[in-house]
């Protein structure tokens, strides 16, 4: 660790740093991970860096920030660094930018565990900014041909369909049979709310 911050020190003008000091900066990250104060130290020492946007194309790095930042209760900074990182791994970059609400909620609500659906809601309310999810959130929902087809079906025919009907309409709408099992599962319970 010492000999990190002395690389970092002698380098902190380098534009951008050797890689060899990347490097060292991933693996100190990766081996310290259950070492609070010293990964805290080690974190700090490279946001205070003036090349700190190099550090933040690495996953670990990124990692060990928002980590840092969620246990010292700095959830809008830990929001901040995925907002500015440049890390190519955008799937984890997303599952931390969740990992930060729900830190937060559970803060808020003081409890150790969220339920699914108040995980759910907190995805909702929060959603990842552009940054992270360029090419937009993907959308769950079914077409509105498929939807009217479905609904259709179950105003003519049943809102309970059977095995073999379930099967045809799969096929139709080239979905897959427990799609539309639960599509009919949550139709009928809007149903009858």
């Known amino acids: 660790m010492k000999q990190f911050m002395a690389m970092l020190k002698k380098n902190e003008n380098e ?19 259950s070492s609070s104060p010293s990964l805290e ?11 700190k946007r190099y550090f933040l194309t690495n996953i670990h ?6 980590s840092v930042h969620i ?8 929001c901040r660094l995925l ?19 729900y830190r937060r909620v559970m803060e808020k609500h003081q409890t150790d565990v969220l339920t699914p659906l108040q ?36 105003a003519e025919v049943t809102a309970n369909p059977d095995k ?5 309409l799969a096929l139709d709408m080239n979905l897959q049979p427990t799609q539309v099992y639960n599509w009919f599962a949550n ?7």
């Open 61 to 66: 790095v990124v990692r060990a920030c928002v």
């Open 83 to 101: 907002e500015y990182c440049k890390a190519e791994e955008k799937e984890e970059l997303v599952l931390l930018w969740h990992e930060i609400h």
């Open 164 to 168: 073999k009907q379930r099967e045809g």
């Open 15 to 33: 534009h951008p740093p050797p890689t060899k000091l990347l490097n060292r900066a991933e693996q100190l990250c990766r081996e310290l991970q």
């Open 119 to 154: 995980k759910f809601r907190c995805r909702k309310r929060n959603p990842p900014p552009i940054s992270l999810c360029p090419e937009g959130l993907k959308n769950r929902n079914y077409s509105e041909e498929v939807r009217q087809h479905l609904h259709r079906f179950a």
């Open 41 to 51: 130290k080690l974190v700090e020492a490279m946001m205070e860096c003036k090349n």
């Open 187 to 193: 139709y009928r319970r809007r149903q009858k709310s």
């Open 71 to 78: 246990r010292k209760g700095q959830h809008d900074a830990a």
